[in-house]
């Protein structure tokens, strides 16, 4: 399964709602997650099963989407949020991310 | 609190070997699937390697399956990566990642909760 994420750069001002997408090649279900990662740091889970935070996550961060199309909402950006982030499904074997959204700040 | 601590990177010749080791602490090893991922310089994630608690089970990418053998030592509270026949496409950051809670039914196999800050490896001559 491919994931591909759009678009591969994102430039938000701080305070605007920021949208990124992700496809998958053939239906993943809701067995999808979504990671920020920024440099030289672990990468941090946001959202799996599509759509339910994890712990810890702020609310502004929210996921929709099932089947093959998929959305990361961030609904009023901070400026530790300025980040790379990427889709993962998981699905079957092998598990598959996508090439990552890099949000910026305009 | 959960830590992921990857060591053994470094530079090593195209051809040779290395191992990784990630280092747990802060929860019950024992009980958690675990994985390898890594990222290429200026490339995004990619998953490489699984395994189970019982290391019964192993899973592998394509891309490194018959050169790497993933393992762990559960009284250790440790993951291993056994890395051999290194190319230089393997050149990356190796990060550990924590998988579901065997025992917990509710969790989803294939979700990484915890990953570590990752050790990096340099395959070239």
């Known amino acids: 399964i491919v994931m591909t994420q759009s678009p591969a750069t994102l430039s938000v001002s701080p305070g605007e709602r920021a949208t990124l997408s992700c496809r998958a090649s053939e239906s993943v279900n809701s067995n999808l997650a979504w990671y920020q990662h920024k440099p030289g740091q672990a990468p941090r889970l946001l959202i799996y099963?599509?759509?339910t935070r994890a712990t810890g996550i702020p609310a502004r961060f929210s996921g929709s989407g099932s089947g093959t199309e998929f959305t990361l909402t961030i609904s009023s950006l901070q400026s530790e949020d300025f980040a790379l982030y990427y889709c993962?499904?998981?699905?079957?074997?092998?598990?598959?991310f996508g090439q990552g959204t890099k949000v910026e700040i305009k | 609190e959960v830590q992921l601590v990857e060591s053994g990177g470094g530079l090593v010749q195209p051809g040779g070997s290395l191992r990784l080791s990630c280092a747990a602490s802060?929860?019950?090893?024992?009980?958690?699937?675990m994985n390898w991922v890594r990222q290429a310089p200026g490339k995004g994630l990619e998953w490489i390697s699984y395994?189970?608690?019982?290391?019964?089970?192993?899973y592998y990418a394509d891309s490194v399956k018959g050169r790497f053998t993933i393992s762990r030592d559960n009284a250790k509270n440790s993951l291993y990566l056994q890395m051999n026949s290194l190319r230089a496409e393997d050149t990356a950051i190796y990060f550990c990642?924590?998988?579901?809670?065997?025992?917990?039914?509710?969790?989803?196999?294939?979700?990484?909760?915890?990953w570590g800050q990752g050790t990096l490896v340099t395959v070239s001559s």
């Open positions: 990642a924590r998988d579901r809670d065997y025992y917990d039914p509710s969790a989803d196999r294939g979700v990484f909760d915890y």
């Open positions: 993962q499904h998981y699905n079957n074997w092998p598990r598959g």
């Open positions: 802060g929860f019950s090893f024992s009980n958690y699937e």
């Open positions: 099963s599509a759509s």
């Open positions: 395994i189970s608690i019982s290391v019964n089970t192993k």
